[in-house]
């Protein structure tokens, strides 16, 4: 990289943790996962059972073990926890636009396209939560396959680099199974050169390997939670969801998008938009259109067959998109320029809004976890019955404690039931998270 392109990869990072300062200034966290992460880490959990354990069907050792470890370092700190995750999200940035540029985009059209990425609700929500970890890391082996691919390097380096980085991501997440379909469609769609045709053929070999192995386990295992039933039936429905959510900036999360909301007026409106973003890209050429549909399909992959949709799943294609918008800019005219422009703000103020919303749920968690483990030091008997004051914050707190071995050194477990609002109760849990006693 020369130094001009260093200089504009720093300030490029520095503006994307700059806009998400909210992030990083989280007090608290967002749901369960960071809490029973922390738990296993104060409980010593063995770094060996999750890499032995390949039967189980999130055999994700790459990643617990990662999480284990910077839980064990900076649960206490989250601000420092939510700043590595947010500077994680910006490189992964910096490293699409550098392929951008690679691949003859202009390199303000390249910032601007990774930008937008960034700040999509689809990264929001990976570069904010501890939980997506393994979408951070599946995504950054993905980029940097991409980088070696259009790099000047020896053939045996090419192949190689693909097939470790796709073998770290596939321990990260079974996403990663989606990185030789993106390399090969990129030697399909960028004039089959070599250096994509390598990193295919590198990628592919970790990737058998690992279907071999696990296929019958992602398949057939009993599932952790029924967001995780799989069906070939789901893909159309799952397809249009990713495809319409990220102009719904005032709907903080996929999941469950359709078919309940599919006649709602915002989300027509967004299946018009989308319309046009494909019209768009016809505009630029045939090429460009298919690659819109076949890259970013691609880029989803395993996720479309799943019962739910979910902000970060669509982590990936959120790069694709925001990168062929990017790379098309002088490609489309006037028209397609205002539909570029109109889809990347409302993609980013969703960011925004949700950006805004895992403030305020961390800010919650901050004083409701401290509060539930005080209460149950001192409680008598338990259950300790506690009743959120505004019903519609109930899913907030079903999530924080939900199977939470402990917090701090108290147990939590199933020491603490949230009841609903007609049941007694013995604590009430005011808006802001902070309980106190029913009389």
């Known amino acids: 990289m020369d130094r001009t392109g260093a200089w504009t990869g720093w300030a490029l990072l520095a503006a994307i943790v700059a806009m998400q300062l909210p992030l990083i200034l989280n007090p608290g966290y967002y749901s369960h996962d960071e809490l029973q992460w922390a738990a296993f880490a104060d409980q010593g959990v063995s770094i060996r059972s999750l890499w032995v354990q390949v039967d189980v069907f999130q055999y994700r050792p790459v990643t617990f073990s990662l999480w284990v470890w910077m839980s064990s370092l900076m649960f206490d700190r989250p601000p420092l926890f939510h700043g590595v995750m947010v500077v994680w999200g910006?490189?992964?940035?910096?490293?699409?636009?550098?392929?951008?540029?690679?691949?003859?985009?202009?390199?303000?059209?390249?910032?601007?396209?990774?930008?937008?990425?960034?700040?999509?609700?689809?990264?929001?929500?990976?570069?904010?939560?501890?939980?997506?970890?393994?979408?951070?890391?599946?995504?950054?082996?993905?980029?940097?396959?991409?980088?070696?691919?259009?790099?000047?390097?020896?053939?045996?380096?090419?192949?190689?680099?693909?097939?470790?980085?796709?073998?770290?991501?596939?321990?990260?997440?079974?996403?990663?199974?989606?990185?030789?379909?993106?390399?090969?469609?990129?030697?399909?769609?960028?004039?089959?050169?070599?250096?994509?045709?390598?990193?295919?053929?590198?990628?592919?070999?970790?990737?058998?390997?690992?279907?071999?192995?696990?296929?019958?386990?992602?398949?057939?295992?009993?599932?952790?939670?029924?967001?995780?039933?799989?069906?070939?039936?789901?893909?159309?429905?799952?397809?249009?969801?990713?495809?319409?959510?990220?102009?719904?900036?005032?709907?903080?999360?996929?999941?469950?998008?359709?078919?309940?909301?599919?006649?709602?007026?915002?989300?027509?409106?967004?299946?018009?938009?989308?319309?046009?973003?494909?019209?768009?890209?016809?505009?630029?050429?045939?090429?460009?259109?298919?690659?819109?549909?076949?890259?970013?399909?691609?880029?989803?992959?395993?996720?479309?067959?799943?019962?739910?949709?979910?902000?970060?799943?669509?982590?990936?294609?959120?790069?694709?998109?925001?990168g062929l918008g990017a790379a098309a800019w002088s490609r489309v005219g006037r028209g397609g320029r205002i539909v570029l422009v109109l889809c990347a703000v409302l993609s980013v103020w969703h960011g925004v809004n949700v950006m805004r919303r895992m403030h305020e749920i961390g800010t919650i968690q901050s004083r409701f976890s401290p509060a539930v483990a005080n209460v149950l030091e001192d409680a008598a008997a338990y259950p300790v019955r506690i009743r959120a004051v505004d019903v519609g914050q109930n899913w907030i707190y079903l999530r924080l404690t939900h199977d939470i071995p402990q917090y701090h050194g108290v147990p939590i477990g199933d020491r603490v039931q949230l009841v609903g609002p007609d049941a007694q109760a013995d604590y009430a849990i005011a808006k802001d998270g902070t309980l106190s006693p029913v009389k």
């Open 90 to 322: 910006g490189l992964n940035a910096v490293m699409l636009a550098r392929l951008m540029v690679r691949l003859g985009v202009s390199p303000k059209a390249a910032a601007v396209g990774a930008m937008v990425f960034a700040m999509s609700a689809f990264a929001v929500q990976t570069h904010g939560w501890a939980g997506t970890l393994a979408d951070l890391i599946w995504v950054s082996c993905a980029l940097i396959v991409g980088l070696f691919a259009t790099a000047d390097r020896r053939p045996w380096q090419v192949v190689a680099a693909a097939a470790i980085l796709t073998a770290i991501g596939l321990l990260s997440k079974e996403s990663a199974i989606v990185i030789p379909a993106l390399a090969a469609l990129g030697w399909l769609f960028l004039g089959r050169g070599r250096g994509w045709g390598l990193a295919t053929i590198g990628a592919s070999i970790p990737t058998a390997i690992y279907l071999a192995l696990r296929l019958n386990v992602i398949l057939f295992s009993p599932r952790e939670a029924a967001n995780y039933e799989w069906s070939f039936a789901l893909i159309p429905l799952r397809w249009l969801e990713y495809q319409v959510f990220p102009p719904l900036a005032t709907r903080a999360a996929i999941t469950g998008l359709l078919p309940g909301s599919a006649t709602e007026p915002r989300v027509l409106v967004a299946a018009v938009l989308w319309l046009a973003l494909a019209w768009t890209f016809w505009r630029a050429g045939a090429r460009w259109l298919c690659a819109f549909l076949l890259v970013g399909g691609a880029a989803l992959g395993p996720v479309l067959v799943l019962a739910e949709s979910a902000n970060q799943y669509g982590y990936g294609f959120a790069a694709v998109v925001a």
